[in-house]
């Protein structure tokens, strides 16, 4: 791996306190538009907005890196196929929350090198933080003014803190009900986006498990936070998730998890 990842945080998360500025302009100004893609989500002229500052600043730091994006133009698997490092870029994640006046929406900008997320940096635009990690070089927490080291285990797991979409539906999914007999008694913390992961990967909380679709630019970048600060990211089976090998870009389901033994109480 190009050890000069690291170097390029501070552009990164440049790039994407713009685009968290443009996200937060566009609400402010409650006069956007909506529309509905062809799965039937959200898009607003937030998402664009942030997409085309994300996309010009990667493609300004450097040109021969290409992007994909959620809010770009699909790019055919038989072109992407043949990418050794590309970005992978969600330009505003959790866009629900976002149109209902949440703060719990993120900015999700991953560098993944032969189908492994090797950077990934989540802005919380209304918080002005940023998670950083490069692989194998820690992960942070930053805000303006302070970087702090994070960690999955900062705190004790007595009883063990889930964390879980607002969805309804994903709470009645049978592998839920299937996980928390394994569990036990159990502290579930309702969150939006790839927030979820972020919990996970300062120790705020335990798991993270997911059932419902997700795609792989809603994650990459928590993997890398998560798997830099200790945790893991992995697939029901325990492996973990790799990119870019298949032409759908929807991910199975997934656990995010603080320690290996949670991994091994998941997956077993």
């Given at each position: 791996?190009?050890?000069?990842?690291?170097?390029w945080l501070?552009?990164?998360?440049?790039?994407?306190?713009?685009?968290?500025?443009?996200?937060?302009?566009?609400?402010e100004?409650?006069?956007?538009?909506?529309?509905?893609?062809?799965?039937?989500s959200?898009?607003?002229?937030?998402?664009?907005?942030?997409?085309?500052?994300?996309?010009q600043?990667?493609?300004?730091l450097?040109?021969?890196i290409?992007?994909?994006?959620?809010?770009g133009?699909?790019v055919p698997f038989?072109?992407?196929?043949?990418?050794s490092?590309y970005w992978?870029?969600?330009?505003l994640?959790?866009?629900?929350d976002?149109?209902?006046?949440?703060n719990e929406?993120?900015?999700?900008?991953?560098?993944?090198?032969?189908?492994?997320?090797?950077?990934?940096?989540?802005?919380?635009?209304?918080?002005?933080?940023?998670?950083?990690?490069?692989?194998g070089?820690g992960?942070?927490?930053?805000?303006?003014h302070?970087s702090?080291?994070?960690?999955?285990?900062?705190?004790?797991?007595?009883?063990?803190r889930?964390?879980?979409?607002?969805n309804?539906?994903e709470?009645?999914d049978?592998?839920?009900?299937?996980?928390?007999?394994?569990?036990g008694?159990?502290?579930?913390?309702?969150?939006?986006?790839?927030l979820?992961?972020?919990?996970?990967?300062?120790?705020e909380a335990?798991?993270?498990?997911r059932?419902?679709?997700?795609?792989?630019?809603?994650?990459?970048?928590?993997?890398?936070l998560l798997?830099?600060?200790?945790?893991?990211?992995?697939?029901l089976?325990?492996?973990?998730?790799?990119y870019?090998?298949?032409?759908?870009l929807?991910?199975?389901?997934?656990y995010?998890?603080a320690?290996?033994?949670?991994?091994?109480?998941?997956?077993?």
């Open positions: 791996m190009d050890q000069n990842y690291q170097s501070p552009n990164i998360i440049s790039i994407a306190e713009e685009a968290a500025k443009a996200i937060l302009t566009v609400r100004s409650k006069s956007y538009q909506i529309s509905s893609k062809s799965d039937h959200p898009v607003t002229t937030a998402d664009m907005q942030a997409h085309h500052i994300i996309e600043g990667l493609r300004f450097d040109p021969a290409p992007c994909l994006s959620e809010e133009e699909p038989e072109v992407r196929t043949k990418w490092r992978l870029v969600d330009p994640d959790g866009t629900q976002f149109i209902q006046g949440g929406f993120v900015i999700n900008i991953a560098l993944i090198e032969n189908h492994i997320p090797v950077l990934g940096v989540i802005c919380v635009p209304c918080r002005q933080e940023f998670y950083c990690a490069v692989r070089g992960a942070t927490l930053q805000t303006r302070t702090v080291s994070i960690n999955t285990q900062q705190a004790p797991r007595s009883p063990i889930v964390v879980q979409s607002h309804p539906l709470q009645t049978p592998l839920w009900q299937h996980l928390l007999l394994k569990l008694a159990c502290e579930i913390r309702l969150c939006s986006s790839a979820k992961i972020c919990l996970v990967a300062k120790g335990d798991i993270y498990p059932f419902g679709p997700t795609c792989e630019w809603d994650i990459a970048a928590g993997q890398c798997e830099a600060a200790g945790g893991q990211l992995v697939d089976a325990g492996q973990s998730l790799r870019n090998l298949r032409s759908s929807e991910n199975s389901g997934f995010a998890l320690t290996p033994e949670l991994a091994r109480a998941c997956c077993g």
